[in-house]
C-alpha cells in the first residue's frame, strides 16, 4: 500500500520464464467455500499441463478408493424422485440438483445424470439464478 500511495501503480514485476528442463509451479488461494488450487507444468518453458482445483472440486469428492461416496453422492443416493415420466428424455432429475444445490448452488449448472449402466441420460445445464427461464 506504501508503494500505491507513493505513486506506483505497476501490477507486475519483470519475470522470465524459466527454460530449462521441466519446472513445476503451485499456488493457492482462499476462496469463500475452501482453497483455490493452480498447478502449472512447464516443459523447456513451455506449458505441458495446468489444473486447476476449485473449492467445489474438493468439497464434492467423487467415490475414494476405499469406495466410500463423497458428500454429494452420499446425498442424492436414495433420494425420493418425485418426479413422474415415462419419457427418460423429458426426466430433468430435478430431486438430484436439489440435493446438490443445497451443498453449492453453482453445482447443478455442471451435473451430469446417468443410470445404473453408466449412460448418459440428459446432461443438465440450468442455472439456478434463474436467467434461462421464459420471460425472465
Same mark, same amino acid.
Given at each position: ?85 415415462? $419419457? ?17 448452488? =453453482?453445482?447443478? =449448472? ?16 440450468? =442455472?439456478? =439464478?434463474?436467467? $434461462? $427461464?421464459?420471460?425472465?
Amino acid at each position: 500500500m506504501d508503494r500505491l500511495k507513493q505513486g506506483d501503480t505497476r501490477t507486475s514485476t519483470p519475470f522470465e520464464i524459466p527454460k530449462r528442463g521441466e519446472q513445476r509451479g503451485v499456488g493457492f488461494w482462499g476462496a469463500g467455500r475452501g482453497f483455490l488450487t493452480h498447478h502449472l507444468t512447464l516443459d523447456r518453458g513451455a506449458v505441458a499441463n495446468y489444473q486447476i482445483l476449485t473449492p467445489s472440486t474438493w468439497n464434492a469428492s467423487p467415490t475414494d478408493r476405499w469406495q466410500q461416496p463423497g458428500p454429494y453422492e452420499e446425498a442424492v443416493l436414495n433420494t425420493p424422485l418425485l418426479e413422474e415420466t415415462d $419419457d427418460p428424455a423429458k426426466f430433468k432429475g430435478i430431486d438430484i440438483l436439489r440435493a446438490i444445490r443445497s451443498f453449492d448452488p =453453482c453445482m447443478p =449448472c455442471t451435473t451430469h445424470i446417468h443410470s445404473d449402466a453408466g449412460v448418459i441420460t440428459r446432461e443438465v445445464n440450468t =442455472c439456478a =439464478c434463474g436467467i $434461462d $427461464d421464459e420471460g425472465g
